[in-house]
């Protein structure tokens, strides 16, 4: 089942964004945050460079840190 990919959601978990290019605007939040690969990780293919991801979502994988070593 397709769905179309809204660039005002977090593709991540289905809350708006805030994103300020879903806004009219020419900015973001999202340039100057540091997204975590983590959470760069779990953006779906078809939404990438399309919807950014919500704050939340940004900061949550900073704080939920996979322990790796
Ligand atoms: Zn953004
Ligand atoms: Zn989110």
Excluded at 11 to 37: D, L, V
Excluded at 39 to 62: Q, Y
């Amino acid at each position: 089942m397709e769905r179309a990919v809204s660039p005002s959601i977090c593709p991540t978990c289905g809350e708006p964004n805030a994103c300020g290019m879903s806004q009219g605007k020419t900015e973001c939040w999202c340039f100057e945050a540091q997204i975590p690969e983590a959470a760069l990780a779990r953006i779906p293919a078809e939404a990438k460079d399309l919807a950014c991801i919500c704050p939340r979502c940004a900061r949550a994988s900073t704080d939920a840190r996979p322990k790796s070593s």
